[in-house]
């Protein structure tokens, strides 16, 4: 049974960091894409960032491009998301996603491409 477990979330003031974490088991996504998404209360779900699967492409939301960075370990089946200089905006729940098509080309955005989903782990920043 695959899953992603999401950890390392919390509540932090504004201008802090964190970093979450997720580990995949069930399978190995070394040869594949890992992305982060976030939602907040109310609102879509929407993407934050994503990893091809050597770390050689990433890209990111233009509302945390220059604060956040994704990172991967695929020896540990492991993606990481370094937050910095948060803002009450970022505050949502957030989560892993697997895309479950092995693939050397760009990795995708749309978060309908991705076919694993973590539970999710809350990010709460106050002002």
């Known amino acids: 049974q695959v899953q992603l477990v999401e950890s390392g979330g919390g509540l932090v003031q504004a201008g802090g960091s964190l970093r979450i974490s997720c580990a995949a088991s069930g399978r190995t996504f070394s040869r594949n894409a890992m992305g982060w998404f976030r939602q907040a209360p109310g609102k879509e779900r929407e993407f934050v960032a994503v990893i091809s699967w050597n770390g050689g492409v990433m890209y990111y939301a233009d509302s945390v491009r220059g604060r956040f960075t994704i990172s991967r370990d695929n020896a540990k089946n492991t993606v990481y998301l370094q937050m910095n200089s948060l803002k009450p905006e970022d505050t949502a729940v957030y989560y892993c996603?697997?895309?479950?098509?092995?693939?050397?080309?760009?990795?995708?955005?749309?978060?309908?491409?991705?076919?694993?989903w973590g539970q999710g782990t809350q990010v709460t920043v106050s002002s």
């Open positions: 996603a697997a895309d479950g098509d092995t693939g050397y080309g760009l990795p995708p955005r749309n978060k309908n491409a991705f076919d694993y």
